[in-house]
């Protein structure tokens, strides 16, 4: 068990241009979450995944964010047009199916928009 | 709608003193799951302790106790006897049939030696 891995930890970008983060969850872990956290705030949710299905997309998330996961193994988060108010810690968790499972989550990706 | 409430938001204590994290959540699904999980300062958050919603049996586990109370809306956060590396800030969560976890805005804990 290696746990949930994010690439890259930071990631420093202009206003505008497009990133991309990638999560590997834990390998038996059929659901992967991406939640968002800003300084002195707890995880907001954006998405989730089971297996390969999209699940669920929070309202608040802009046309501008995407998500994937192929094959159901690994995710990527895609921002595009990137603006200032996007810069924030993204977090990446997985967990069993279940409702009373509990996340493990991934060191996070820092995003700063200049 | 879900909504978890942590009304402290910095605590600071000292060494080897209790210290009770309070958590108060609204929903209105009957079945439900609720989370305490902690965030030190490497920033990756860790699980801690579940409590389902037909289960108010309060439980110790180490230094760590939970006080759940449905009639409420409650689950508070005890540990006893902190410790310099209890320092980290504390989340309450909320699991429904939703499938998505809310969180709360978190607890800063400082325990100072």
């Known amino acids: 068990d290696t746990g949930v891995s994010q690439d890259p930890r930071h990631k420093i970008t202009k206003r505008g241009q497009n990133v991309t983060f990638r999560c590997d969850p834990i390998s038996e872990h059929n659901r992967l979450y991406w939640y968002r956290q800003t300084l002195g705030q707890g995880p907001e949710f954006l998405t989730y995944?089971?297996?390969?299905?999209?699940?669920?997309k929070s309202r608040l998330l802009s046309d501008r964010f995407s998500a994937e996961r192929p094959k159901g193994s690994f995710s990527t988060l895609e921002i595009q047009r990137t603006e200032q108010g996007d810069s924030a810690m993204y977090l990446c968790a997985s967990s069993l199916a279940g409702l009373e499972e509990k996340l493990f989550f991934g060191s996070g990706t820092q995003l700063s928009v200049l | 709608a879900q909504k978890v409430t942590q009304a402290q938001t910095e605590i600071s204590v000292v060494e080897k003193e209790d210290v009770t994290l309070d958590c108060v959540y609204e929903?209105?699904?009957?079945?439900?799951?609720l989370f305490w999980y902690k965030q030190p300062p490497s920033g990756e958050l860790v699980f801690l302790i579940r409590?389902?919603?037909?289960?108010?049996q309060n439980e110790i586990s180490g230094r760590y106790s939970w006080n759940f109370q449905k009639s409420t809306s409650s689950f508070n956060f005890t540990i006893t006897a902190s410790q310099v590396v209890d320092s980290a800030v504390y989340f309450c969560a909320l699991l429904t049939n939703a499938g998505k976890s809310t969180f709360g805005d978190g607890t800063t804990l400082t325990v100072k030696p």
């Open positions: 995944f089971q297996n390969e299905a999209q699940l669920e």
């Open positions: 409590r389902n919603s037909f289960d108010e």
């Open positions: 929903t209105r699904d009957t079945t439900y799951y």
